[in-house]
């Protein structure tokens, strides 16, 4: 059995990490790719925004699938997720010289919709039977 979490400790040890993650990244690219920080500091803030509200999100998801066996919020908030932050490497990534410039945003976003919709659906399904 796995014991009773508790929102206070969840955020404790787990948003501290995301933030040490973003400090990693703005290093390592800086440092890699010799981009200013001011350069990145907005997109890599923009992005551990994303991450620690999915983090937040997902403590409430986790909670839902333990006790009721409900999947479809948390398959939801890990395509919302994931769409997200691709965006954001999709627009910063050819600009830094990172990255190819990469297909259509638009194309990519009606994509990812219809991945996260399916999943959704299908563990919402997974969830009652």
Not at 101 to 129: N, R
């Amino acid at each position: 059995m796995i014991p009773k979490q508790r929102f206070g400790r969840w955020a404790l040890v787990g948003v501290p990490a995301i933030l040490v993650e973003g400090i990693a990244v703005v290093l390592l690219v800086h440092l890699r790719y010799l981009i200013a920080l001011h350069n990145l500091l907005p997109p890599v803030a923009l992005a551990l925004a994303i991450q620690i509200a999915f983090f937040i999100c997902a403590f409430w998801a986790g909670k839902l699938a333990r006790e009721q066996r409900r999947f479809g919020p948390m398959s939801f908030l890990v395509g919302f997720s994931l769409w997200a932050t691709l965006l954001i490497v999709m627009h910063y990534g050819p600009q830094w010289g990172i990255l190819s410039p990469v297909g259509d945003p638009l194309s990519f976003s009606i994509c990812m919709a219809f991945v996260t919709l399916a999943a959704w659906f299908v563990m919402s399904k997974l969830s009652h039977s």
